[in-house]
Each structure stands twice: as C-alpha cells, then as structure tokens.
C-alpha cells in the first residue's frame, strides 16, 4: 500500500527506542526512574473533578459547538484579559484537543509550500514536524546557553528571508524552561512589525514561572503585534489537566475562523465533559496550582545545584516550566563501560541500559550537547536519578 509523502516525511522521535526500552524494563520489573515525563505529578484538583462529574450528570455528553462551549470560551476571553492584558471576543478563540492540536491547526491554516518558519532552538518536538507537516519548511536558528537559550533581533533579523511567514515563540520554553522579558519581546516584535511575520506564542507553561518572574505574551506589547500573533494556552500544565486535552488559540478573526472550519472537518468539537472541567479549572480556586508551583521551586533549586555540582555540566537555572537542559559539550568524546559519548543520545542509552535512568537526548530538540530532565517527578525520585547520573558522568574515561 501506498503512502502518502507527507507521512513518509515524519521524522520519528529520535527518543521512541529509549521511551520503549524504558517500558520494556519496567513491565519486567525493572525500578526506572524516569525524568522523561512532561507532566505534572500532581493530581488534577478536586474542584475541577466535581465540575466534570456534574456534567455528566447533567446531560452534558453531547456535541458542543466546533470551537468551543460558550461558557468556556468566555472564560477564556476573561483569563485572557484578566492576566494577560489581552481583549477578544469569544469568536476570535477556538479550544481544541490540547495546545498540540491547536498548534497544528494554526500550522495549517497560516503555512503553506514555499512558506519559512523561524523555529528557534532548542525547541519542543512536534514543533517541526508541525511544520513539515503544513508543507512549510523550518528555518532553524541555534540560540546559546550563555544567553539563556533565548532568541536575540540580531539572530532573528539573520533568519528572515523574503519566504519567512511565521516564528514560534515559546516562553516559558520546552525544554530550557527559559522565559522572555517584556523588553526582549518588545525587542524580538519590533523586527517581526517591521517584516509582517505572523507569530504563534505557544504559552502552555505561563503559570508555571518562578523567581518574581513575569509572564508576557507577545501579544500584549502592541496592537500590531496583537494583529500578526495567534496565542495558544491550555489547562494541561497549569492545573495537572494533561490527559483532559483541552487548549485552545487566541487569534485574529480570519485566522481564528479558518481554525474552526479545519477542526470541523478533523475532530469537530473537543470532549464536552473536558469543557466545563476548563471551565472550572479557569474560573475556580487557584490554591492548587500555588501549591504545585511551590514545590517545583524545590524540586529545580535541588536539581539545578547538584547538576552544577558535577564536573563537566553547565546548567542554567530555569525561570518556568518544570524541565532543566544541562549542557555536556565538555565531556563529549569520553567514554562509559566501552561506549564512547559522542552526544547527549548515547549517554541517554548508557543511562537506561547500566543506571535505569531514562532521560531525554537534547537531539530531540535540536542539541545534543544536552539533555532535558523534567523535575515533575518526586523528590525522592530526583535525588536517586542523580545519584546514578552523578556516578556514570563522574566515571567517564
């Protein structure tokens, strides 16, 4: 049978085999600890739990409308507001089966072939085969860890062409947890006003953000940027909501339009009982997610000390999101029991096969002079992942 060309042209997940051993191992017993995982490992909140079961309840187990339960999608236009400064009309969002289905409908209805996209790295996965995907090719733009992994005008303005269409900004960012300052967004808008190019600002881990940081969206800077950005946000991350899939986008009519008639024809509406869960979820008691954040700090105040503590890693310390991306660019070419570490991929299979640890290569994001770990696990998880991380990177000859 036939396949199209576009499915020949997935890349698969260079972290598949790993992700596979993993499971393997644990179904044989095997105790892994497993700093893969990009979740919270908090449960999601009772409030949100009761909300949807009383919509079960009441009957709400129908279609709802493409885009979105009006109560959701006004609770939404109010958070918008309310935090980010941000005024649209319920028409103008659109929620979706989690901020990857939301990503993907804006890649289909804003790119097309002969169309670049800026995609800064190290970015999240899907990121570019989202792209591919749209028939637009990605423009991938290496950013630096002295400069917190962060997108300069300088690196950007060298990026554009006279095909570039849209860039992906992502802050806080998978996987380097770094988060943008309003004036290097102001910095970053003044170029991107200047060429038209459309910007998609995946925000997924906006409430996610520590040491007096402040979230900006893009979008609030200015009308003009308001104009050329389509938001994408979701209750995933933010209230421990991952397998609800609910996201959704903030976009310009047209776009916000084109959206909805692509989801009418893929998924139709998202889950209705998800719905008024979001609801709930945006609208009630925020002291779950203070709790959550209160812990991360721990957890990446911990894990950023003692990575730093190990010969050979730099690791910045993450302003958001629950993920550290130590780099190992020192200790390439050395070797572990006979396997030679040539990047971030093969210290990856050291790690699973000898120390039962599973991490995820840096190649998956576009560096494999690093690695991510997620601290969304427990303390005590992350202290014996260490431990054996610490002894294999300490031994290496």
């Known amino acids: 049978m036939r396949l199209a060309e576009r499915a020949g042209n997935i890349s698969p997940s260079p972290t598949l085999s790993i992700d596979a051993q993993a499971k393997k191992m644990i179904a044989e017993g095997i105790k892994v600890i497993n700093f893969g995982v990009g979740e919270p490992d908090f449960d999601t909140p009772e409030n949100i739990k009761q909300a949807a079961i009383k919509a079960i309840r009441n009957g709400m187990t129908k279609y709802t409308p493409v885009a979105g339960t009006d109560a959701l999608r006004r609770a939404i236009v109010k958070k918008l507001a309310e935090d980010n400064g941000l005024n649209y009309e319920p028409a103008q969002i659109v929620v979706s089966a989690g901020a990857k289905h939301s990503l993907y409908n804006a890649f289909q209805v804003l790119c097309q072939e002969g169309d670049e996209v800026i995609l800064p790295a190290p970015y999240w996965v899907s990121y570019l085969e989202q792209i591919k995907l749209a028939g637009a ?25 006279p095909n570039t269409r849209v860039i992906i900004i992502n802050s806080p960012s998978n996987p380097t947890g770094a988060v943008y300052t309003r004036e290097e967004l102001a910095a970053l808008g003044e170029v991107l006003v200047k060429h038209n190019i459309v910007i998609i600002s995946d925000e997924i881990y906006e409430k996610l953000i520590y040491d007096g940081n402040e979230h900006v969206s893009i979008a609030s800077l200015s009308p003009a940027l308001k104009e050329l950005t389509v938001v994408i946000n979701g209750v995933s991350k933010s209230h421990a909501m991952t397998g609800w899939r609910i996201g959704y986008a903030a976009a310009p009519q047209p776009v916000a339009k084109a959206m909805a008639d692509l989801q009418s024809h893929s998924t139709s509406n998202p889950t209705s009982i998800a719905q008024a869960a979001s609801v709930e979820a945006l609208e009630g008691t925020q002291e779950s997610l203070k709790r959550m954040v209160a812990e991360f700090v721990k957890r990446r105040d911990y894990m950023v000390e003692r990575l730093n503590a190990i010969p050979g890693v730099k690791c910045n310390r993450p302003g958001g999101a629950f993920y550290v991306f130590p780099e190992i660019k020192s200790l390439l ?13 093969d210290l990856a299979g050291v790690l699973l096969e000898k120390m039962h640890v599973a991490i995820v290569p840096g190649v998956a994001f576009g560096d494999d002079t690093c690695f991510r770990l997620s601290y969304a696990t427990s303390m005590d998880n992350i202290k014996e992942g260490l431990d054996r991380i610490e002894k294999v990177l300490t031994s290496l000859e």
């Open 137 to 161: 090719k990605p423009v991938i733009v290496p950013t630096r860890l002295e400069n917190n992994f962060k997108l300069t005008p300088g690196e950007l303005q060298s990026a554009i062409t």
């Open 333 to 345: 070419g050395r070797s572990y029991a006979g396997v030679k570490i040539n990047g971030a991929a």
